[in-house]
């Protein structure tokens, strides 16, 4: 888990399922909109090409509020 906030705060925005999810349990005490904020302030800072976090991975990031809706999510889907 530690590894995956650290990736985190170096803005990187690629993750697998699993590494996502590590992310998630880590950060479900924060609010989606309180980590998306702190996520785009931090990548605002960097000299890299800013893309559009929609289109990543870690955009379920901040629109999961926690992991139980993930987990429902995905039952929904398996049915």
């Given at each position: 888990a530690a590894t995956q906030c650290w990736r985190f705060?170096?803005?990187?925005?690629?993750?697998?399922?699993?590494?996502l999810d590590s992310l998630l349990n880590s950060l479900q005490d924060n609010?989606?909109?309180e980590r998306e904020v702190w996520?785009?302030?931090v990548r605002g800072c960097r000299r890299r090409k800013q893309l559009n976090v929609a289109s990543t991975p870690i955009a379920?990031?901040?629109?999961t509020?926690?992991?139980?809706?993930?987990?429902?999510y995905r039952a929904t889907i398996a049915r």
């Open positions: 705060i170096n803005s990187d925005m690629w993750y697998q399922k699993k590494e609010s989606c909109k996520f785009t302030d379920k990031l901040f629109t509020p926690d992991q139980y809706h993930l987990l429902h």
